[in-house]
């Protein structure tokens, strides 16, 4: 059974940093596509970063250049650090997995992946 933990969530004002970790079980973990999506109130699940299985990455244009996506195969458990935070940042973040490697045009497309956490809360205040 495959689950998702992720932790690291809290409040933090405009210009701070958080890393969020998802810790992973019940699968291969470095045979699967990782994502983190992020969910504001009255807002549509969006995807943030992705990885590979192979370690390459992708970002949405809103955090690039602030937010790193990584993974550690050894210790099942994949990162998110976010720096530069400001406002719009605000939301629950959630770690999602899929067992098959995703198209590039679908990689932030929620629909494709068949695994999810549990969400962390991250307040960004100005």
């Known amino acids: 059974q495959v689950q998702l933990v992720e932790s690291g969530g809290g409040s933090v004002q405009a210009g701070g940093s958080l890393r969020l970790s998802c810790a992973a079980s019940g699968y291969t973990y470095s045979s699967y596509y990782m994502c983190w999506f992020r969910q504001a109130p009255g807002n549509e699940r969006e995807g943030v970063a992705v990885i590979d299985s192979d370690g390459s990455t992708s970002y949405a244009d809103s955090v690039k250049g602030r937010f790193t996506i990584s993974r550690d195969n050894a210790k099942n458990t994949l990162y998110l650090q976010m720096n530069s935070l400001n406002a719009e940042d605000t939301a629950m973040y959630y770690c999602?997995?899929?067992?098959?490697?995703?198209?590039?045009?679908?990689?932030?497309?929620?629909?494709?992946?068949?695994?999810w956490g549990q969400g962390t809360q991250v307040t960004v205040s100005s």
């Open positions: 999602a997995a899929s067992q098959y490697r995703i198209s590039w045009w679908a990689r932030f497309q929620k629909a494709f992946y068949a695994y």
